[in-house]
């Protein structure tokens, strides 16, 4: 199962400042971090969605960091991908 998306990781600080993560409202509980979605499959999502340009924070509370891993265990990172797998 995959999200249907191409992104692209946040850790240059020019794509930072483009996306504006740095400005942005956000619960304090979440990182300012995240991946910036550049193709989006017209198949699999509703066009109000996910667009390309959006930025993804986080998914189910969990934060997304700049290249695009999530927290496993202690001192493990997954790819968020594996996160989007556990729902189905």
């Known amino acids: 199962v995959t999200l249907g998306?191409?992104?692209?990781?946040?850790?240059?600080r020019n794509l930072r400042d483009f996306v504006g993560i740095e400005v942005c409202e956000m619960p304090d509980t979440l990182q300012r971090s995240g991946v910036m979605v550049c193709k989006v499959d017209k198949t699999r999502h509703e066009e109000a969605t996910l667009e390309t340009g959006d930025t993804l924070l986080a998914i189910d509370g969990i934060s997304i960091a700049d290249d695009g891993t999530i927290p496993f265990r202690v001192m493990e990172r997954l790819a968020f991908a594996n996160l989007i797998s556990q729902k189905f």
Do not use: K
């Open 5 to 12: 998306i191409t992104w692209a990781p946040l850790e240059n």
